[in-house]
Every structure is written in C-alpha cells, then in structure tokens.
C-alpha cells in the first residue's frame, strides 16, 4: 500500500516479555542438563527423543535420502561462501614498526562455537552453511550445532547434509531456548561453547540475549527485513519478488520501497497485489537522497538499491546488514549461495552490529616488542601520566628502565 513517509516503519520486538519467560527454561537447563532438554522438546515440540547427539550412520543415511541436484546446489552454495569469506577475511596478524617499537595484533580463532540452526517443520541447511564455513575458515577446533528436530525425533536429512559440508563436528536434536542454554552453559552431552549464533525465533533470540551475560552472541535478530530504493529504471515485477520473499519469513517480517516516482509506486503496488502481500508491503514517494537518510536510520537488514546510477551511491551507506544493487541482485541470492552470509544484524542493529563473517570467530590479543631507544621516546610521557594518576609504581618501572 502507498502511505506516507512517517508510516515507513518496523514492528519493534518487545523481548522483555519473553525474556522472563526463557529465564526459567534456562536455570532448568542448567540444573538439570539433559533430562531438562527432553522434557521441554516434549512440552513444546510434542516430541519424545530417544537420543540428543545426532549419530554418524545418521548422516550417512541422510546423504541417500539426497538427490544429486540437491546435492550439487549445496556445493555450488559453499564454494562462493567459502571463496567470498576467505577473500574478504582478516590479515591474521598485523605488524608495524615505530622506529624503537614494533607493535602487533595476532587474531586467533575461537575454540568451541555453538551454531543454532532452525528447523522443525521447516529445514534451514542453507544457515549451516552460513555459519558453518566462515567458523571453519576462522580455524575453530570445535564446532556444534543445535537445531529442532521434526515430528519422527529426527533432523531433517537435508540440513544434516548442509551440515557435514559445512564440517560441523556434532549435531545436537534440541531446539528453542533449550538449546541456547545447553550451548552456554554446558549438558551431560552437549558441550559449553564459547559464542552462539545464528538466527531463530523470538523465544531462541530472547535466550541469546539472556546468556550473553555469560557467553557472547552473534547479534540480536528480529523478523526479516527488506528495504527497497528504487526508481522507474527498476523491474516492478523484480522489487515485488523480493519483497514478498522477506515477508514469507515470518508474519511480523518487514517490507518497504521508497521511490521518488509515483507511476513506478503504482506499478510495484499492482505486482505485490498479484503476489497476494499488497497489505503488508509499504510503498511510500520520496526522493533519493531522503530516501538514503531514512534508509540509514532505519538500518535495514537487506538494502536493495534499483535506480539509476546507484551503484555511485554506496558511500552513502552507513548502516545495513548487506546490500543488493541493480535489477538481477536478488535478495535471495545472497540467502543461499552468491557468497555472502545471510546471517544478518535486524531491527535496527546493523547501526552496530555487523553480518557474520570469519571475523565472529576470531579473537585478537595485542603485542609490543620495545627497545631502550624506543621507551627513551615515550619514557616522559608515561612517567607524567602515571603519577598523574597517582600510580607511582608505574612510573618507576618505567625511570629505573631509563636508568639502567
């Protein structure tokens, strides 16, 4: 629907309610470990487990249950995730020399990290994927996954596929707030990681919150978003797509076009009725500047740019989760295999946060070799400041250095 500019607006996640509730599965988690797993998989899910830990003969099995076509889109998908992030990954270590100094920074990669992939009635190999390759490019030692199991106890043979691809070293039936739990702070049989991430529902994402006190999350994750800015130059038919792909997500997903052309607005208006998501979709007529300050305000998780020179545009951005420019970048082909991650900062947190990367996974310690000549040089400063700060015994480490 075409509104005014003011109506261009998320629904904002309101996490405190569900964060007490969460609470509570997360103290039984901690106390009770895995029989608090398998009661709450029945509560929720309505599902007896036989077994927690997902098998090798599963993952086996599951690769006969794969066709090839299926098979070769998945490798197809983490050959580009896996060149695109060992491209665009971090010098390991850094090293400059300050005439009497030679400062560094060495990244290290994290050694358990706990991936929460959903599922349940649905199967999402495409995030093992996403998280599974950049953490083995980082150089984890130890990667787990948790992800809901279907009606039958069992992970979908698909996502146990995406999995092994990924090279994820153990696969965990338990899904929700549970999983969260078990992941941060350790089962009979499910490891205590070091980070979580990935996507999952408000109740997963309310979780993640909660530990991050004690072990660090990705980022916190809403509904899906899109972002549109477009003009006459753009495919109508292509912008409705896209849109509607982010609003099958979830029904509190967000979607909206921002176009100075009323004609155009009209046109993408008339293609997202066809595709039945006219009511939910939000047209509004601004120009492309305003629209480029609303768009950095709203800080969209995907940003789809259509218009006329707007690949010129890019250092307008400031804050989005991942950009898409020109007709044919469909948003989907950064959810599943352009190369990019589509494990992406939502409700506003890409003024903040970034999407996963390599870097998630690392770490970084500093270091600094200093000769005589070089502590000669910032000797005085270093004495003045600290006795400033009236911290005596660091300033004489350093005169009695001096005076040697």
Known sequence: MIVEVYEI????????????????????????????????????????????????????????EIDDETLDALEAAKENIEKFHMIASVDREIKVDFDGMILGKVYVPLNCVGIYIPG?????????????IPANLAGVKKIVACTPPNQDGKVNSLTLVACDIAGIDEIYAVGGAQAIAAMAYGTETIPKVDKIVGPGNVYVTAAKIAVQKDVPIDMPAGPSEILVIADETANPRFVALDCAAQLEHDPLAFAAVLTPSKSFAEKVEREAAKLGCSDRLK???????????LANEIAPEHLSLVFDGCEDWIGKIRNAGSVFIGNYSAVAAGDYASGTNHILPTAGYAKVFSGLSVETFLKHFTYQTVT?????????????????????????????????
């Open 9 to 64: 607006s998320r629904t904002k996640l309101n996490f405190e309610k569900h964060i007490e509730k969460v609470i509570e599965i997360i103290e039984e988690v901690k106390k009770r470990g895995d029989e608090a797993l398998i009661e709450f998989t029945k509560k929720f899910d309505g599902i007896e487990l036989e077994s927690i830990k997902v098998e090798d003969y599963e993952i086996d099995d599951a690769y006969d």
């Open 120 to 132: 349940g009635k649905a199967s999402y190999p495409s995030t093992a994927l996403m998280a599974g």
């Open 283 to 293: 047209i509004a007529i601004v120009s492309l500047d305003e629209a480029m300050d």
């Open 372 to 404: 005589k000549d070089g502590l000669k040089k910032i000797g005085n400063a270093i004495i003045k400041l600290a006795k400033e700060e009236g911290l005596m015994m660091h300033a004489k480490s350093i005169e009695e250095r001096l005076a040697d």
